[in-house]
């Protein structure tokens, strides 16, 4: 395997993924093959922050509780995705790893504010970041959060875990006959209307010249051969080397 082509990256990680075989809730096994696929990555020098949503645990109230406003259901999405961040954050240091987890919403005896040149410093002492909470207002995605951390730590690239290989014209699982897209740019993905990530996302990738890899976190060693630069998940940029 080649040194590394991305130094700093942010990764996106959903909540649904770490469900595995469970309705909702979060599947052990999962959370730490997630951890030594990110361990195994930190270990080749990169400089990692983490994204990750809270869908496993806002389904699960979701599907049982009515009458939820958006902002008030928003604001539990935030605490949903602390859970997941702290629980991300044990089972990284499980794998002997340095962590800090870094919380849009002050919560100070159990995460460190966010403070931009607070993540910075961490990522350089070679410490795995982990950004919860979001952003910290409602009406914004964790793909909004994850576009925002990249660009205020400097990230090289988004790198978007999820369970397929990449960019598809439609639902692999679904069909078939889904077309894969090696490359593709972010104004084609908004004339084609892939819903990879929010629209608030995409533009704002899309403004700061931030490319996006999609990639199958679940198959070992792909975290790494990304980080390599290694053709295993679908870029999106307008601006391909």
Do not use: W
């Amino acid at each position: 395997m080649n040194g590394l082509k991305f130094k700093r990256v942010l990764l996106k990680l959903s909540g649904e993924a770490l469900m595995g075989s469970l309705e909702y809730g979060i599947d052990s096994k999962v959370l730490k093959r997630y951890a030594q696929e990110i361990g195994s990555a930190q270990r080749l020098g990169a400089e990692i922050g983490i994204v990750i949503g809270g869908g496993n645990i806002y389904r699960g109230i979701e599907n049982s509780t009515d009458g939820i406003d958006k902002v008030t259901g928003d604001h539990m999405g935030m605490l949903a995705t602390v859970i997941n961040a702290l629980a991300l954050q044990n089972a990284l240091e499980h794998e002997d790893l340095k962590t800090r987890c870094l919380t849009a919403i002050n919560m100070e005896r159990i995460a460190e504010p966010f403070i931009r040149r607070r993540a910075v410093r961490h990522l350089e002492k070679g410490r795995v970041v982990i950004f919860a909470a979001g952003t910290g207002n409602p009406y914004f995605t964790t793909d909004t959060a994850a576009v925002l951390r990249a660009i205020e730590i400097g990230a090289a690239v988004i790198l978007k875990g999820t369970r397929v290989d990449g960019i598809y014209d439609s639902d692999p699982e679904k069909n078939s006959k889904a077309l894969r897209f090696e490359k593709i740019s972010y104004s084609d993905v908004m004339t084609k209307n892939l819903r990879i990530m929010d629209m608030t996302a995409i533009t704002l990738s899309k403004e700061n010249n931030l490319p996006l890899i999609v990639f199958d976190m679940n198959v070992p060693g792909n975290f790494k051969r990304v980080l390599c630069g290694e053709p295993v998940g679908s870029m999106v940029s307008d601006f391909f080397e």
